[in-house]
């Protein structure tokens, strides 16, 4: 019994590694990259924990994948590998290709032949499960009902694009090839171990420098936030009950602008890290609006509750508290993340704007 899990350095992935780690003796073999967003500083706290096996591979790469299934047989796939920055897509959005379609590809195959070798019994108990985004669906009128699974495909940016192509190849290999898939479309996660280029991580760590808080536009985009611990939970729950070949979208009932997002990271740094210079909205600066924004992104997670009884244990106010604190407390994980490269992007995207 071992998931085979992609990804599980990154954001999302470590904190499901943690996560079920923390609940399971179930090993898991973590297969990750290290690009710039993978940290294996992220899972310390297993160094030595003979549950969890990393290996530094690339999910494009098919004899590794045909080794890793070979030698651990795995019972399923959780795919969270991707390159998922928007911004980073619009400046390269070849990367995105090759990593979220071409990988995809590489490990649905893999998958697939693993699944089709295993004894009866095995096979049907096999699960290759599918992490997404909202992003696919496009962006909603401020008065529009939220995405349901059901909600045409309208991706808008080259990453929402291609998370979509993979959707379609999930979504194919299901049902051409029997097997058997799960998906779930996730909407803007926050928390721990966030790479510090995403919205709220970003305005934590450059509040506390007394950098600029960057705000697209008007800052009236909104998002529905989904802190990282219920995410994790919400996909135990799918991997252990979902319905073979069916779509979860799993949301936090947290609907909000950018700019009230960043409004409420400064009070709480008033709070718990005043600075001696004023508070830190003064920091708040309005900057050109990235090609494509878009507005509005809500989540009906009503199916998910329904069929398997999930909700969120987390409200925005107690999310946003825990994940401000963590960083405040972790003060050694962000220098560490801010690397040479990461101060090379940040100048690409903001310099201009």
């Given at each position: 019994?071992?998931?085979?899990?992609?990804?599980?350095?990154?954001?999302?992935?470590?904190?499901?590694?943690?996560?079920?780690?923390?609940?399971?003796?179930?090993?898991?073999?973590?297969?990750?990259?290290?690009?710039?967003?993978?940290?294996?500083?992220?899972?310390?706290?297993?160094q030595g924990d003979a549950r969890h096996v990393f290996v530094q591979g690339d999910i494009?790469?098919?004899?590794?994948?045909?080794?890793?299934?070979?030698?651990?047989?795995?019972?399923?796939?959780?795919?969270?590998?991707?390159?998922?920055?928007?911004?980073?897509?619009?400046?390269?959005?070849?990367?995105?290709?090759?990593?979220?379609?071409?990988?995809?590809?590489?490990?649905?195959?893999?998958?697939?032949?693993?699944?089709?070798?295993?004894?009866?019994?095995?096979?049907?108990?096999?699960?290759?499960?599918?992490?997404?985004?909202?992003?696919?669906?496009?962006?909603?009128?401020?008065?529009?009902?939220?995405?349901?699974?059901?909600?045409?495909?309208?991706?808008?940016?080259?990453?929402?694009?291609?998370?979509?192509?993979?959707?379609?190849?999930?979504?194919?290999?299901?049902?051409?090839?029997?097997?058997?898939?799960?998906?779930?479309?996730?909407?803007?996660?926050?928390?721990?171990?966030?790479?510090?280029?995403?919205?709220?991580?970003?305005?934590?760590?450059?509040?506390?420098?007394?950098?600029?808080?960057?705000?697209?536009?008007?800052?009236?985009?909104?998002?529905?936030?989904?802190?990282?611990?219920?995410?994790?939970?919400?996909?135990?729950?799918?991997?252990?009950?979902?319905?073979?070949?069916?779509?979860?979208?799993?949301?936090?009932?947290?609907?909000?602008?950018?700019?009230?997002?960043?409004?409420?990271?400064?009070?709480?740094?008033?709070?718990?890290?005043?600075s001696g210079e004023g508070p830190y909205t003064r920091l708040i600066t309005f900057v050109?609006?990235?090609?494509?924004?878009?507005?509005?992104?809500?989540?009906?997670?009503?199916?998910?509750?329904?069929?398997?009884?999930?909700?969120?244990?987390?409200?925005?106010?107690?999310?946003?508290?825990?994940?401000?604190?963590?960083?405040?407390?972790?003060?050694?994980?962000?220098?560490?993340?801010?690397?040479?490269?990461?101060?090379?992007?940040?100048?690409?995207?903001?310099?201009?704007?």
């Amino acid at each position: 019994m071992t998931l085979l899990i992609t990804g599980g350095a990154g954001f999302i992935g470590s904190n499901f590694v943690l996560d079920w780690l923390a609940q399971s003796d179930e090993p898991v073999v973590n297969l990750d990259a290290l690009t710039y967003a993978g940290n294996l500083q992220n899972l310390a706290s297993l160094q030595g924990d003979a549950r969890h096996v990393f290996v530094q591979g690339d999910i494009g790469d098919r004899a590794l994948l045909d080794r890793l299934f070979a030698q651990h047989r795995p019972r399923a796939v959780l795919h969270f590998a991707a390159e998922s920055h928007v911004d980073r897509s619009i400046h390269g959005p070849g990367a995105f290709i090759k990593t979220n379609v071409e990988g995809t590809f590489t490990l649905l195959e893999a998958s697939r032949a693993h699944w089709n070798a295993l004894a009866d019994e095995d096979k049907a108990a096999f699960r290759f499960h599918h992490v997404s985004t909202d992003e696919v669906y496009g962006s909603l009128a401020p008065d529009a009902p939220a995405f349901t699974e059901t909600h045409p495909y309208e991706p808008n940016s080259p990453y929402s694009a291609s998370k979509a192509a993979s959707d379609h190849l999930v979504r194919a290999w299901h049902h051409t090839y029997g097997l058997p898939v799960l998906t779930t479309n996730c909407s803007n996660n926050y928390g721990p171990y966030h790479f510090p280029e995403k919205l709220i991580p970003l305005m934590i760590v450059n509040a506390l420098a007394g950098k600029p808080l960057p705000i697209y536009g008007d800052g009236l985009q909104v998002r529905d936030w989904l802190y990282v611990g219920d995410h994790c939970s919400a996909i135990r729950a799918v991997l252990a009950r979902g319905r073979v070949g069916e779509v979860y979208n799993i949301g936090g009932w947290n609907e909000m602008p950018n700019r009230d997002i960043v409004h409420r990271v400064c009070a709480l740094l008033d709070e718990l890290r005043p600075s001696g210079e004023g508070p830190y909205t003064r920091l708040i600066t309005f900057v050109k609006d990235r090609p494509g924004h878009d507005r509005r992104y809500a989540i009906d997670a009503g199916k998910i509750e329904r069929e398997l009884g999930w909700r969120p244990a987390e409200t925005f106010e107690t999310g946003i508290r825990k994940t401000v604190q963590w960083y405040l407390d972790h003060a050694d994980w962000v220098a560490n993340v801010q690397s040479g490269g990461y101060r090379d992007w940040l100048a690409t995207n903001y310099s201009s704007r």
